[in-house]
Structure formats: structure tokens, C-alpha cells
């Protein structure tokens, strides 16, 4: 199985899985504070910690487990299953767009089978 992985410097709207992705690209570039905290630690301008200031619960959760980040979720919201729920389908595929994403500060290269 061929991968086409990009080569070039990390950039928050690259998928691990492939350049370009119209949905990718739309639900990170969102206006909404979620999506602007994703793609500001994506670029290395905040840490997953220091983005979740402000943010809504929902907005949080998001943010923690795109960057997978356990000990950030919310104390009433500490396992997976309640995690997700919490979450519409826009914060869904952003979680989903931003851990695939190439990290400036923290990339690494995608698991076998990806």
C-alpha cells in the first residue's frame, strides 16, 4: 500500500493521511473558538493547556481530545463515552481533523495502518 505523505514543513490543514481535504480544511479554518484554539496549538502558538482559557465545556472536551490529552477534560467529564456524547458532529470532525493534523511543535509520524 502506497502512502502519499507530504514531505514539506508541517502546516495545521495537512492531513497525516494526505494533503487537501475540503471537510478537513472547513471544520479547522471554522470560526468558532474550538477550531481557533486547534489551529493555534497546531501552529505552536499555545500549548493544548493554555488554549483551553475561555472555552465552553463542550469547546474544552474538544480541544483535549484532539491533542489527547486526558488530564485536561473537565472533572465531570473524564471518560471517553461521556466525553463524546457531550460533542455535536462539528466538534466530532474536529477532533478527528486536528489529531490527524501535522503538530508544528509535536509532530510525529502516523502509526502503521493509518
Not at 502546516?11 to 481535504?21: Q, V, W
Not at 489551529?39 to 483535549?64: C, F, H, K, N, W
Not at 472533572?75 to 489529531?99: E, K
Request: hydrophobic share 35%; glycine share 6%; with cysteine.
Amino acid at each position: 500500500m502506497t502512502e502519499n505523505y507530504t514531505t514539506t514543513a508541517p502546516n495545521p490543514t495537512t492531513l497525516k493521511t494526505g494533503p487537501g481535504d475540503k471537510e478537513a480544511h472547513s471544520v479547522l479554518n471554522g470560526p468558532e473558538e474550538d477550531a481557533d484554539a486547534c489551529r493555534m496549538v497546531l501552529s505552536g502558538q499555545l500549548m493544548p493547556d493554555e488554549a483551553l482559557y475561555g472555552l465552553s465545556t463542550s469547546q474544552a472536551i474538544t480541544v483535549a481530545l484532539a491533542f489527547g490529552r486526558e488530564d485536561l477534560l473537565p472533572a465531570s467529564h473524564r471518560d471517553f463515552r461521556a466525553c463524546w456524547r457531550r460533542l455535536d458532529n462539528r466538534q466530532r470532525s474536529l477532533v478527528d481533523v486536528a489529531a490527524r493534523a501535522k503538530w508544528e511543535t509535536n509532530y510525529e509520524s502516523p502509526p502503521v495502518g493509518w
